[in-house]
Nanobody, 126 residues
Framework: QTQLVESGGGLVQAGDSLRLSCTAG???????MGWFRQRPGKQREFVAV????????YYRDSVKGRFTISRDNVENTVSLQMDNLKPEDTAIYFC????????????????????WGQGTQVTVSS
């Protein structure tokens, strides 16, 4: 059973940085790992994904150049470094895992990863 536990959320000001981490149990290195978020009053949306080996990444357009996803298959962790945060980044951020290896498909609203963490709140004040 793959279990995902997020940490690192908090309250920051616009322009600040924050690093989210996710610890995973189970068959971690065989799964693509991604981050989704749910902004207030909005549907959950894809943010970023990284391949099982960590050699490929894919991001939603609005976070490209500001967010960086990475993983450590020895420590079974995946991280999301968020720089130059904006108020519109305020959301609950979820760590996810799925065997889907075609990373661009993660951005499709019809694709929902199999495994989800409980989420961590990120609030960016203006």
């Amino acid at each position: 059973q793959t279990q995902l536990v997020e940490s690192g959320g908090g309250l920051v000001q616009a322009g600040d940085s924050l690093r989210l981490s996710c610890t995973a149990g189970g068959f971690f290195s065989t799964y693509s790992m991604g981050w989704f978020r749910q902004r207030p009053g909005k549907q959950r949306e894809f943010v970023a994904v990284i391949s099982g080996k960590g050699d490929e990444t894919y991001y939603r357009d609005s976070v490209k150049g500001r967010f960086t996803i990475s993983r450590d298959n020895v420590e079974n962790t995946v991280s999301l470094q968020m720089d130059n945060l904006k108020p519109e980044d305020t959301a609950i951020y979820f760590c996810t895992a799925d065997a889907l290896s075609l990373l661009s498909l993660w951005a499709s609203p019809r694709v929902q990863p199999t495994y989800w963490g409980q989420g961590t709140q990120v609030t960016v004040s203006s």
